[in-house]
């Protein structure tokens, strides 16, 4: 891959990839005739010196904005809501999210919520809300600045009720966005913190989508492509930060989110009720579970297991490899071992295995897993 050029890739949805990618938006709003977008961000984007750079060349096309930043970094529908009242005041015709997870999930939604006003968890997909995602939906473009969730590429949105704090999944094939301008140069600037969680949320996403137990042998093989991406340049991200090891880790994180299509597991489970309940940030919480959840694994995948470890050149292909490495990783960018690093305390437990038991992602795990076992593994992780 030559990284100072731009390339469309058509997979799920149009993709333009590579450095400079996000200059091209205005052009394609004007060619589409998009001319009042509503751009979802968070407060801390809309600072960003790129994010300036962004609206002033959109007005410079004499296209109107407004932007939207009022959002949780967990969102929540209370978020929703008023981001489609911005969008019906000030009457836009497009949508655009630019961000990490959180900005995407809450551009999603409110792509959704436009033309279907009805209570938002009815459209929930665990209790079959999709089927009632009937109307059309607003044009939407999404900009990663993270290499982190993969949202970019989804049809699916995460949005936790203000008050109960569970997780609700909004998810239909249009709310695929039109195209991705994946442009790497917007995540230079990351601060290693943030580099090293969203990497982490990214390898999470490849490696419980190659193990989960649905069959896709696509997936499978994107996801391994993934786990060998990220293991090639997620210290240099972090440590050493350049254009290739940036672009590495976009592509990846846009792999992961691809392959996660077969479902995720445990460690999503796990990571779910610490944004929910502590408002941890969401990779932070994969990063700290992912080799605990890992080891839960092992029992019964030993064959993926091995291939996983041959995918990250180790010396030993074993099970308990893999997860040795994680930890490696994981002290290497400054990810902590142990939940009450990030201030899981053990008073948090009972609470936190409830959510999980509860929440929709172990379902698709390669082996069961109980209440009890989401207590042990909080316990061992704390």
Request: hydrophobic share 40%.
């Amino acid at each position: 891959m030559i990284f100072d050029k731009i390339y469309q890739y058509n997979f799920p949805t149009t993709i333009l990839f590579g450095a400079g990618a996000s200059k091209e938006l205005g052009d394609y709003l004007l060619k589409n005739n998009l001319l009042k977008p509503l751009i979802i961000t968070d407060k801390t984007i809309a600072q960003f010196d790129f994010f300036k750079e962004i609206i002033y060349g959109l007005k410079r096309k004499n296209i109107s904005v407004e932007v939207f930043d009022d959002i949780h970094k967990n969102p929540v529908k209370s978020d929703v809501y008023k981001g489609t009242d911005v969008y019906d005041i000030s009457r836009r015709d497009c949508i655009i999210g630019i961000g990490g997870g959180a900005a995407l999930d809450v551009a999603r939604a409110v792509v959704l919520r436009v033309n279907h006003r009805e209570d938002l968890f009815k459209y929930d997909d665990l209790i079959g809300g999709d089927v009632y995602v009937t109307n059309d939906v607003p044009h939407f473009i999404t900009i990663p600045t993270t290499a982190g969730t993969g949202s970019e590429v989804g049809r699916s949105a995460i949005i936790a009720d203000d008050e109960t704090h569970q997780k609700k999944i909004l998810f239909s094939p249009k709310l695929l966005a039109k195209i991705v301008f994946a442009d790497p140069l917007l995540t230079l600037d990351l601060p290693p913190f943030i580099t090293a969680a969203t990497g982490m949320d990214a390898l999470t996403h490849n490696m419980e989508a190659y193990l989960a137990k649905m069959p896709h042998p696509l997936c499978e093989g994107i996801a391994l492509e993934g786990i060998s991406l990220i293991s090639q340049s997620l210290e240099n991200a972090v440590n050493r930060p350049d254009l290739e090891s940036r672009s590495k880790m976009l592509i990846a994180s846009i792999m992961g989110a691809v392959a996660f299509q077969k479902g995720l597991g445990v460690v999503h489970s796990l990571a779910h009720p610490l944004s929910s309940l502590l408002d941890t940030h969401h990779g932070l919480a994969n990063a700290v579970n992912l080799p605990y959840g890992m080891e839960f694994n092992i029992e019964g995948s030993e064959y993926k297991f091995r291939k996983i470890a041959r995918t990250l050149e180790l010396k030993d292909e074993t099970g308990k490899a893999v997860v040795e490495y994680l930890f490696d990783l994981n002290a290497t960018i400054g990810i902590p071992h142990k939940l009450t690093d990030i201030g899981v305390k053990q008073e948090h437990i009972e609470m936190l295995a409830d959510l999980a038991v509860a929440d929709f992602a172990h379902p698709n795990n390669p082996k069961p897993v109980t209440r009890e076992d989401f207590r042990q593994l909080y316990s061992r992780a704390l």
